[in-house]
């Protein structure tokens, strides 16, 4: 496999290009090992078909959703304003990314902060980009497994984007099994609004394992996902009950870039 | 004459009992903070008709939903007859209206008839639900007490109301068809109504003359007594979702659930490091507090949503937490919302009109442990058939917490430092962010 060199925004200002789009890779994107991998899948996607993007890399901070959840709107507004600062000083017009929470932060909070851009999931993307013929996908690997999604809050509910993942999961030639509580009603993992980064309170099961044994009772061979907290979530959830050998939790840009052997 | 003068009195009292707690529920609402709502009429009367009007979001649950539908259905096109009940009492008539409209009358009674015998089978399944099946969200520990004798009151208030309707109409189509029914006498020999016209003979047939009588004045004071009452006992109830729930869809929010209210107070302080040329949106001499305490700090909107729910607790059912056994509950969230906010009303009645401190907030009520609880998953919202949302009051409550208390949970307070330090919710080094991209 060819190394694939991505540029920051600062390199390429400084060779005089302008990208298409910006990646914003997010905090657990860029540290959590498990969701650099999916990061990584996003990136072969784009390189695969060729659009010319960039990153911030030391540039992008926090966008500030864990701080406004946990009610702190005055880190929240300093973390927006000076992404939207960096992002203004750049001329930064569309923006796609894989963590739901950046893309509901950017899309509906940042606006009225002075920072308007178009602002894209990477499923939505990928989505696209197979509707207008440019990513050609087979199912590889997963023609004909068991496919069970699980709805990210901030992209299902929070912004009513329900099918981008569904459709392009279904490119893959996969049966997609649906769970009672999915789409409008899908349960939360349980990491957000902060949760994720404190225990939970006093009760009797945690909403990971709650979310976790639902999805399994389906058998699936893979629980897609498209937000690296589900997916931690998720995964963590499924060694609960050791079903880890089984069923895999997968986000649905690895499994695009797994299907097409990126 | 005598009863039409008790009839007048009562319907003026009731009237004016009535507008006296509709003021103070008004009040109320008023006292939270103003918030600009987006104008745009064409989508919230399109919402309103839908959610409120139309049912739409009841019909998640099929079952429920259609036994609410019979019931509700019930309500609206009694409201018909209610006019000349109205008429009929102050007048001294009897089917006022009857000779002028004769066929569309017995339809409109018939249709009446028809849907008071589904509402009646839909409040025993109501009652059934919450008694005897013991529906989990229907016996949730928030409803002990009160709020669970409230709900069985306003059934059995209808189930009574539904009585009196037959009884009164049973008992007339049989003096109706013995010619001694004060209604005018049409020549058709019945009433013709759909349902009494065969359970009245059935049911009152044996009856003397004077039994009948007794029978149809008791159906008919009994309808209008239990509406006048219904109608002063809606104050005091959950049950204002019949009124409000159409105000609340009007002014419902229209963005994505997923948009936060952005605190402009907060960015007066915040926007000024980043453009010395900022003009603040807040009156700098008016110190609003960060996030909520107590219901004055909430929105009218906030405060019409707790007014409005009927604690049917879908969102309660819905939530993460309280799935899985946690504290929190939305829907009591709302409940002690209202509680608070009519505390705060008495409170006022007594002083003269303006609040007196009484030491307490809505803190008394939600626990910290309930707020820390969130996904912030907007579940909730989206369950609530009146478009209630529990968790703009979380949320502010969680702010009022942090920026003014300085109580976020340890790991909480762990996460804002990193943020701030490392411009990431965990200890990495900003300088290793894009460590990632050389190793693809």
Request: with cysteine; aromatic share 8%.
């Amino acid at each position: 496999m060819t190394p694939i060199i991505v540029k920051t925004m600062s390199e390429m200002m400084a060779a005089g290009e302008t990208p298409e789009i910006l990646f914003w890779v997010g905090c657990s994107g860029s540290f959590d090992d498990r969701a650099k991998k999916i990061t990584k899948a996003i990136v072969r996607i784009l390189d695969h078909v060729k659009i010319k993007f960039a990153i911030l890399g030391t540039e992008e901070s926090c966008t500030g959703d864990p701080a406004k959840r946990a009610g702190n709107e005055f880190l929240f507004q300093m973390q927006a304003m000076q992404n939207i600062n960096v992002m203004n000083g750049y001329g930064v017009k569309k923006i796609v990314t894989g963590c739901p929470h950046c893309f509901n932060t950017i899309k509906n909070e940042y606006p009225s902060l002075g920072g308007n851009y178009e602002i894209v999931h990477h499923t939505q993307l990928v989505q696209e980009l197979i509707d207008q013929g440019k990513l050609k996908v087979e199912g590889g690997a997963f023609k004909g497994k068991k496919i069970v999604f699980h709805d990210p809050c901030y992209l299902g509910r929070g912004n009513d984007i329900y099918e981008a993942p569904r459709e392009v999961v279904q490119k893959l030639d996969v049966e997609l099994s649906e769970m009672k509580r999915s789409r409008a009603k899908g349960l939360c993992c349980g990491a957000g609004g902060a949760q994720m980064f404190k225990e939970s309170e006093p009760g009797n099961k945690e909403v990971n394992v709650e979310r976790a044994e639902e999805a399994l009772a389906l058998n699936p061979d893979v629980i897609a996902v498209g937000c690296p907290f589900c997916n931690t979530m998720m995964t963590d959830g499924v060694k609960h009950f050791n079903k880890e050998d089984k069923t895999k939790v997968l986000d649905v840009a690895e499994m695009i870039a797994s299907a097409i052997d990126l | 004459m005598i009863s039409s003068l008790i009839f007048s009195i009562l319907l003026l009292a009731a009237g004016i009992f009535f507008t006296i707690n509709v003021k103070k529920i008004r009040r109320n609402i008023l006292i939270g903070r103003d918030v600009e709502l987006p104008r745009n009429n064409g989508e919230r009367f399109k919402t309103m008709m839908l959610v409120a009007f139309g049912q739409q979001k009841m019909f998640a649950r099929p079952v429920p939903a259609l036994l609410h539908l019979f019931l509700y259905a019930a309500f609206i096109i009694t409201q018909i007859e209610l006019i000349e009940i109205v008429v009929d009492g102050i007048t001294g008539s009897h089917r006022v209206f009857r000779p002028s409209i004769h066929g569309f009358y017995t339809f409109i009674v018939s249709f009446i008839e028809i849907l008071s015998v589904l509402a009646f089978i839909g409040t025993i399944a109501f009652l059934a639900r919450r008694n005897l099946l013991k529906v989990p969200r229907l016996v949730k520990r928030e409803l002990n007490g009160w709020p669970k004798l409230d709900a069985n009151l306003i059934l059995i208030g209808e189930l009574t109301l539904i009585c009196c309707i037959f009884m009164m109409n049973g008992a007339d189509e049989v003096l109706y068809r013995r010619n001694l029914s004060h209604a005018a006498n049409l020549g058709d020999g019945s009433l013709g109504f759909s349902i009494s016209g065969h359970i009245g003979p059935l049911l009152f047939g044996g009856l003397s003359d004077n039994g009948l009588h007794l029978v149809e004045r008791i159906g008919w004071w009994g309808h209008i007594l239990m509406v006048l009452g219904f109608l002063n006992y809606l104050p005091y109830s959950k049950h204002l979702h019949i009124v409000l729930g159409f105000p609340n869809t009007y002014f419902s929010n229209l963005h994505k659930k997923g948009k936060f209210a952005t605190l402009e107070s907060v960015t007066d302080v915040v926007a000024p490091n980043f453009d010395p040329a900022y003009v603040p949106k807040t009156d700098p001499n008016h110190h609003q507090r960060f996030g909520v305490k107590d219901v004055q700090d909430l929105t009218w909107k906030n405060l019409l949503d707790a007014y409005t729910c009927t604690e049917c607790g879908r969102c309660t059912s819905a939530c993460p937490q309280n799935i899985t056994g946690k504290k929190l509950s939305p829907r009591k969230i709302m409940m002690d919302t209202r509680d608070r906010l009519e505390e705060v009303g008495k409170n006022m009645d007594a002083n003269k009109g303006t609040f007196v401190d009484d030491g307490k907030s809505l803190f008394d009520y939600i626990s910290n442990e309930e707020l820390w609880a969130c996904n912030t998953c907007n579940a909730c919202v989206q369950e609530c058939p009146v478009n209630i949302d529990p968790l703009a009051i979380i949320m502010d409550m969680r702010r009022f917490l942090v920026m003014e208390q300085s109580q976020a949970p340890n790991e909480l307070n762990l996460m804002f430092s990193n943020t701030e330090n490392n411009g990431a919710p965990w200890q990495f080094s900003p300088s290793d962010r894009a460590n990632w991209s050389k190793e693809i």
